[in-house]
């Protein structure tokens, strides 16, 4: 079916007003940066964004501009942020758990090894104020 210009127009006028709102976070429920949204927002056929279809290049804008707003650190999809916090938490977290395993073992290795002598002294500093030498005279 061959649609006129301005219906094509009026179209594309409706994808790149649902795309901004997109981009800019504003989700409908259940919906999420993608074509899938996308097209839904702006009342057109999915299927118009692929291959050689006549909105296949707004798709081509559409994530080139999704694209570059996450290389800049701007998700617009807080699910997706969400997932890329959770995994940079998670990396540190890993990071901790290791490090705490390394003192633990440590502290194991240590406590394992064998005193040579007699253990460390107990003595407070006040005790050794008057050597044995002066109580006796």
């Known amino acids: ?15 790149r007003a649902a795309m901004d709102r997109l981009l800019r ?4 429920p259940g919906g ?7 097209a839904r ?3 057109v056929d999915r299927t118009a964004f692929y291959g050689t279809r006549s909105h296949s290049r707004l798709r081509a804008e559409f994530e080139r501009r999704r694209q570059a707003l ?7 999809d807080p ?3 969400q997932i890329v916090r959770l995994k940079v938490e998670s990396t540190k977290l890993r990071k901790r758990l290791t490090g705490s395993e390394q003192t633990i073992n440590e502290l ?3 406590r394992a090894q064998p005193w040579h ?8 500093s006040s005790d050794s104020v008057n050597p044995p030498s002066a109580q006796a005279a």
């Open 1 to 15: 079916m061959r649609i006129s210009r301005a219906q094509r127009a009026e179209n594309e006028n409706r994808i």
């Open 32 to 38: 999420k940066c993608d074509i899938k949204t996308l």
């Open 41 to 43: 927002e702006a009342g």
């Open 108 to 110: 194991m290795d240590f």
């Open 117 to 124: 002598g007699s253990p460390p002294s107990t003595k407070r």
């Open 79 to 81: 699910r997706e942020a």
């Open 25 to 28: 976070g504003e989700f409908p």
């Open 70 to 76: 996450q290389q800049t650190g701007d998700i617009p």
